[in-house]
């Protein structure tokens, strides 16, 4: 094996945060595999250009032969398994691509490791990691009173992303149990923060409050999260796959539940305060009840206890302060917003938010 490690969907949200954090504090190389979907974007990782450390490859997790090939060329000692249709309401819209990337995709990476990892040396069988990223969606949703989620909670999926992870998460624990690949998989909670595609309710939120548009909360805005600055979120699974015992899932969350009418009230305040209205007016007044979303989760809790307990993990960003610097970095980087809001992107927020009428 080689100081290297394949990281799939890299340019993505957490992938891109993930690389840049890893780059700053590895010597290792990263191979990182992204098909560069509408939610895939190289301009992520602009700041590794000319890094010979990191290579992009536009490819896809569904092609075996790429897989394989990239894995006997650069021998990667782990796999960091981001890549995945990773939208909601666009798995409610058109699922197929959630089947292929989200299930079928994972188990040809998995498949692809398994040979790989088979003809490996004993000391470097025991030393590999497959670490798979998943989500606290899988959990299903919980009442005002219920207990967070554990990682013995029983899965009870509801929407097709969140049953695509679902059948990938038991697909890798399959391959821990039957085969001995060292599997890892993480279940996080709502992420937020810098590169963050604008069809998410806290980029897209901002976004929408700095143009004076309309914000729209889905329901009665009552639904909670627990959000996690996604650099809290990298700092999680570079201590899973360092230090994470092969065979386990750990759950990370960031213990800050909030219900969406408070987020959104809340980035509302922070862009008056960036960028004030010479006359007044408060981005509050924005605020638009939509239809909901069908089947939506009411709760999400994430119990972080086993990954504090084991691995000394706990977020270091508090909300308020990581909303903060999420609201600032889009108004700091207008070129990367324009340059996102292709026309990919304009077609789907018309057909998402066209029908969802003010209620
Ligand atoms: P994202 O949608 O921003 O990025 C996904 C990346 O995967 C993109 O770069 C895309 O181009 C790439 N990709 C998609 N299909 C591919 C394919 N077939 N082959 C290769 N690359 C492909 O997603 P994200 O928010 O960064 O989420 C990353 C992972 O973390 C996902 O597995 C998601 O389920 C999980 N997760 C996300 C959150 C969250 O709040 N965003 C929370 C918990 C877990
Ligand atoms: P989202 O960012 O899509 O993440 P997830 O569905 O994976 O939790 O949505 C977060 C919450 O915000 C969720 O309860 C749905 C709600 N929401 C809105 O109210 N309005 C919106 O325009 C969007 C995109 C989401």
């Known amino acids: ?48 250009d000319g890094n010979a450390r990191h290579q992009l490859v536009r490819g896809d997790i569904c092609d075996a032969e790429l ?11 782990a796999i960091v398994h981001f890549a995945a249709e990773s939208h909601v309401d666009r ?15 994972t188990f040809v990476l998995l498949e692809q490791a398994r040979r790989y990892w088979s003809e490996l040396s004993e000391p470097d069988q025991r030393a590999f990691r497959f670490l798979h990223v998943s989500t606290d969606e899988v959990y299903g949703s919980l009442g005002p009173q219920d207990a967070a989620f554990s990682e ?19 697909m890798a624990r399959a391959y821990h149990h039957t085969f001995g ?36 909360v889905y ?9 996690l600055f996604v650099e809290d979120h990298c700092a999680a699974i570079r201590a899973v796959l360092e230090r ?20 959104v009230r809340a980035i509302c305040d922070i862009v008056d305060e960036m960028r004030p209205q010479p006359e007044g007016g408060s981005r509050r007044d924005l605020i638009t009840y939509v239809k909901d979303r069908p089947g939506h989760d009411r709760r999400y809790a994430i119990d972080a206890a086993k990954i504090a307990r084991e691995l000394g993990w706990k977020p270091a960003e508090g909300f308020e302060s990581g909303l903060r610097k999420t609201v600032a970095w889009y108004l700091e980087h207008p070129g990367w ?13 018309n057909s998402n938010y066209t029908e969802r009428v003010a209620l």
């Open 1 to 48: 094996m080689q100081d290297s490690i394949l990281v799939t969907g890299g340019a993505g949200f957490i992938g891109s945060n993930f690389v840049l954090g890893w780059m700053g504090l590895s010597a290792s190389r990263v191979i990182n595999l992204d098909l560069l979907t509408y939610a895939g974007n190289a301009e992520n990782l602009s700041l590794l």
């Open 67 to 77: 897989v394989g090939s990239l894995l006997r060329t650069h021998q990667p000692r």
């Open 91 to 105: 798995s409610i819209v058109a699922p197929e691509a959630f089947l292929r990337t989200n299930v079928h995709g």
């Open 152 to 170: 013995t909670t029983a899965y009870a999926p509801n929407s097709p992303y969140a049953a695509s992870k679902a059948a990938s998460d038991h």
């Open 181 to 216: 690949l060292p599997v890892l998989t993480t279940n996080c909670s709502n992420n937020y923060g810098p590169f963050q595609f604008p069809e998410k309710l806290i980029p897209l939120v901002i976004l929408n409050a700095l143009e004076w548009k309309p914000l729209p």
């Open 219 to 227: 329901g009665d805005g009552m639904n909670v999260r627990d959000w």
């Open 244 to 263: 994470g015992r092969a065979g386990e899932t750990y759950n990370i969350g960031g213990m800050s539940e909030r219900a969406n009418i408070d987020v």
């Open 337 to 349: 917003v324009e340059r996102v809001r292709t026309g990919a992107y304009l077609e789907w927020i």
